[in-house]
C-alpha cells in the first residue's frame, strides 16, 4: 500500500469520526430543548475532535513514511555480488571487494543506528554575499564517533550499486531540515547531489517518488544536482524518470562541466535551471585575454537566454573575489562563503529550560 493510499484511509477515518461527532450534536441538541450553551459546547467539542484527528493524521503519515522509506533502505542495504543491470552505462563491479564489503558494513551500521547527519554550505549573492541556497552534504559517524566523509564510502556504494540509499538518505533528512528550519531561512533552497544509479532502480526510484509526493509542497525548495558526465551517459530510463521528477515541480543542477560550449537549451528543456562552474575554470578561461573574456561572456549570455543560473564553486580566497566580480558573477559558493555546517544549526531550537 503506497502512502497515498495510507492518508486516504486516515482522513476516511477522520470524516467518519466527524459525521458521529455532528450526529450526537444533533441528539443531545434535541434532548435538551436546543439550549445554546449546549449547542456552543457540544460544536466546540466537534471542532476540536477534527483538528485534533487531523493533526494527529499528518503527523502520524509523515513519520509512518520515513520509518517505512528507512526500513526498506536498510533491508535492501547487502553488497551487491552480481551486475543487477548488465545495461547500465556505469555498471557496478561484479563482485565486492573485502575493502568495499567493510566500508558497506560500516555504512549499514550507521543507517540502521541512525548515525547520518546532514551537513549545509551557503550559497550567496553576489556581490552582496547575501545568503541565497544551501548545498547538502552527508556525515556518517561510526561507532566509535570518528566520520565517515563522502570521499570514504561513494566509490564503494556505487561499485556495489548501493549509492541510491545515501540519496535517499540525504533527501529524507534534507525534507526534515526544511520543515524544521528557523524563520531566517525558511525560503531557502538545498540542493542534494543525485546519482542517475538512484533513479534508474525501480525499487529505490519508487521510495523516492513516494517521498516526493509526500512532500510535494517543498518541490519548490529542494534542487537536484548531477554532474555532466552522469547527465552525458546517462540510460533511456533515467532520462524518462528525470521528466517524471520534473514534472512533479523539482528543479535541477549541473555541475563539473569542463566546456562552455554545451547545449544548454537541451539541459533547460530537462529542467536543469541551474549550472556550477569551478572558480579556476573561469579565471583560467579570462586569463586568456580579450579572447578568453569574451568566451566567458559568451558562456554566461547563454544559461541567460536559457533561463539558467550560473553558480561559481570552489571560491576559497578573498584575493580572487575582484577577478570573479569582474565577470559579473551573480552566485558564489566556497569556503570563502562558509565551511559546511551540521543542519541543526539553521533549524528551530528548542526552548532550554531553567532548573530549579
Same mark, same amino acid.
Given at each position: 500500500?503506497?502512502?497515498?493510499?495510507?492518508?486516504?484511509?486516515?482522513?476516511?477515518?477522520?470524516?467518519?469520526?466527524?459525521?458521529?461527532?455532528?450526529?450526537?450534536?444533533?441528539?443531545?441538541?434535541?434532548?435538551?430543548?436546543?439550549?445554546?450553551?449546549?449547542?456552543?459546547?457540544?460544536?466546540?467539542?466537534?471542532?476540536?475532535?477534527?483538528?485534533?484527528?487531523?493533526?494527529?493524521?499528518?503527523?502520524?503519515?509523515?513519520?509512518?513514511?520515513?520509518?517505512?522509506?528507512?526500513?526498506?533502505?536498510?533491508?535492501?542495504?547487502?553488497?551487491?555480488?552480481?551486475?543487477?543491470?548488465?545495461?547500465?552505462?556505469?555498471?557496478?563491479?561484479?563482485?565486492?571487494?573485502?575493502?568495499?564489503?567493510?566500508?558497506?558494513?560500516?555504512?549499514?551500521?550507521?543507517?540502521?543506528?541512525?548515525?547520518?547527519?546532514?551537513?549545509?554550505?551557503?550559497?550567496?549573492?553576489?556581490?552582496?554575499?547575501?545568503?541565497?541556497?544551501?548545498?547538502?552534504?552527508? /556525515?556518517?559517524?561510526?561507532?566509535?564517533? *570518528?566520520?565517515? !566523509?563522502?570521499? =570514504?564510502?561513494?566509490? $564503494? %556504494?556505487? @561499485? &556495489?550499486?548501493?549509492?541510491?540509499?545515501?540519496?535517499?538518505?540525504?533527501?529524507?533528512?534534507?525534507?526534515?531540515?526544511?520543515?524544521?528550519?528557523?524563520?531566517?531561512?525558511?525560503?531557502?533552497?538545498?540542493?542534494?547531489?543525485?546519482?542517475?544509479?538512484?533513479?534508474?532502480?525501480?525499487?529505490?526510484?519508487?521510495?523516492?517518488?513516494?517521498?516526493?509526493?509526500?512532500?510535494?509542497?517543498?518541490?519548490?525548495?529542494?534542487?537536484?544536482?548531477?554532474?555532466?558526465?552522469?547527465?552525458?551517459?546517462?540510460?533511456?530510463?533515467?532520462?524518462?524518470?528525470?521528466?517524471?521528477?520534473?514534472? /512533479?515541480?523539482?528543479?535541477?543542477?549541473? *555541475?563539473?562541466? !569542463?566546456?562552455? =560550449?554545451?547545449?544548454? $537549451? %537541451?539541459? @533547460? &528543456?530537462?529542467?536543469?535551471?541551474?549550472?556550477?562552474?569551478?572558480?579556476?575554470?573561469?579565471?583560467?578561461?579570462?586569463?586568456?585575454?580579450?579572447?578568453?573574456?569574451?568566451?566567458?561572456?559568451?558562456?554566461?549570455?547563454?544559461?541567460?537566454?536559457?533561463?539558467?543560473?550560473?553558480?561559481?564553486?570552489?571560491?576559497?580566497?578573498?584575493?580572487?573575489?575582484?577577478?570573479?566580480?569582474?565577470?559579473?558573477?551573480?552566485?558564489?559558493?566556497?569556503?570563502?562563503?562558509?565551511?559546511?555546517?551540521?543542519?541543526?544549526?539553521?533549524?528551530?531550537?528548542?526552548?532550554?529550560?531553567?532548573?530549579?
Amino acid at each position: 500500500m503506497n502512502f497515498r493510499q495510507k492518508s486516504s484511509r486516515y482522513s476516511g477515518a477522520v470524516l467518519f469520526t466527524a459525521g458521529i461527532a455532528g450526529a450526537i450534536l444533533v441528539v443531545a441538541s434535541i434532548s435538551s430543548g436546543f439550549r445554546p450553551e449546549i449547542e456552543i459546547w457540544l460544536a466546540t467539542a466537534l471542532v476540536v475532535s477534527i483538528i485534533l484527528h487531523a493533526r494527529a493524521g499528518f503527523a502520524l503519515s509523515r513519520a509512518q513514511q520515513e520509518l517505512e522509506m528507512l526500513r526498506g533502505l536498510v533491508d535492501k542495504f547487502q553488497p551487491a555480488r552480481r551486475k543487477a543491470q548488465p545495461d547500465l552505462a556505469f555498471e557496478p563491479a561484479s563482485d565486492v571487494s573485502e575493502n568495499d564489503a567493510d566500508v558497506l558494513k560500516e555504512v549499514q551500521n550507521a543507517i540502521e543506528n541512525d548515525r547520518i547527519d546532514l551537513y549545509l554550505q551557503p550559497i550567496v549573492s553576489l556581490p552582496q554575499r547575501k545568503l541565497r541556497y544551501y548545498e547538502a552534504f552527508s /556525515r556518517l559517524r561510526k561507532a566509535d564517533g *570518528d566520520v565517515l !566523509r563522502p570521499a =570514504d564510502y561513494i566509490d $564503494a %556504494a556505487e @561499485r &556495489a550499486n548501493r549509492i541510491g540509499v545515501i540519496d535517499n538518505m540525504i533527501l529524507l533528512r534534507a525534507v526534515q531540515a526544511l520543515r524544521q528550519f528557523d524563520p531566517m531561512n525558511s525560503q531557502h533552497r538545498i540542493f542534494c547531489n543525485l546519482s542517475p544509479a538512484t533513479i534508474f532502480d525501480n525499487d529505490f526510484f519508487t521510495r523516492f517518488t513516494d517521498y516526493l509526493d509526500a512532500n510535494e509542497d517543498l518541490a519548490h525548495r529542494l534542487v537536484f544536482e548531477f554532474t555532466y558526465p552522469a547527465v552525458e551517459m546517462m540510460h533511456d530510463r533515467v532520462r524518462t524518470n528525470l521528466e517524471a521528477i520534473a514534472k /512533479r515541480g523539482y528543479a535541477f543542477s549541473v *555541475d563539473h562541466i !569542463r566546456r562552455f =560550449d554545451l547545449d544548454w $537549451a %537541451a539541459l @533547460r &528543456a530537462k529542467n536543469f535551471r541551474y549550472v556550477k562552474a569551478s572558480s579556476a575554470m573561469l579565471l583560467a578561461e579570462s586569463s586568456k585575454g580579450d579572447e578568453g573574456r569574451k568566451c566567458v561572456h559568451q558562456f554566461k549570455q547563454a544559461l541567460f537566454d536559457n533561463g539558467i543560473d550560473l553558480i561559481v564553486e570552489k571560491i576559497e580566497y578573498e584575493s580572487k573575489m575582484p577577478h570573479i566580480l569582474e565577470l559579473g558573477i551573480d552566485y558564489g559558493q566556497g569556503t570563502l562563503f562558509g565551511v559546511p555546517q551540521i543542519a541543526t544549526q539553521f533549524t528551530v531550537k528548542e526552548p532550554v529550560r531553567a532548573v530549579a
